[in-house]
């Protein structure tokens, strides 16, 4: 019968365990993936009307592919919210290709001789990726155009 007894116990004891580790949760940012995101090259001096193609790749850290994911191309110019202005989603091998027609509001800014102005806006564009529940999120260096 102390058999019993002896062999009851730790049995108890494991189940006591199993259902403790059962029931921890991991927090959800232990579980996603650090991402990088690219964006190639794109023209410095752009004319509304013309036509943009924004290129990249999304992968992890260590250079897995992120496939079926949403990047958004986002600009920001002085005195402006920032807007979404195009978006893709990846393909298998993690890369991504959209475009967008320039309309860029134009600001005059005096050239010092009253009579001439030049019509000139700078932007900063970026691509991100918002991240999910298996990857974080990550954005690419603005570009200015």
Same mark, same amino acid.
């Given at each position: ?23 921890? &949760?991991?927090?959800?940012?232990? @579980? ?11 023209? /410095? ?16 850290? &260590? ?11 986002? @600009? ?12 893709? +989603? ?10 967008? +027609?320039? &309309? ?39 570009? /200015?155009?």
């Amino acid at each position: 019968m102390k058999l019993a007894k002896h062999s009851v116990i730790p049995l108890a004891v494991m189940m006591l365990i199993s259902s403790a580790l059962l029931s921890y &949760q991991v927090p959800a940012t232990a @579980l996603q993936a650090t991402t990088r995101i690219t964006l190639d090259s794109v023209p /410095t001096i752009v004319r509304p009307g013309d036509q943009l193609t924004f290129t990249g790749i999304l992968t992890t850290v &260590q250079g897995a592919p992120v496939s079926g994911a949403t990047v958004n191309v986002n @600009l920001h110019s002085a005195g402006t919210q920032t807007t979404q202005i195009a978006s893709a +989603e990846t393909d298998e091998n993690g890369m991504y290709s959209t475009s967008w +027609e320039v &309309q860029m509001l134009l600001v005059e800014k005096s050239s010092g001789d009253l009579t001439a102005s030049v019509k000139t806006q700078l932007a900063a564009l970026y691509v991100q990726f918002p991240g999910d529940e298996n990857y974080s999120s990550s954005r690419t260096n603005p570009s /200015t155009i």
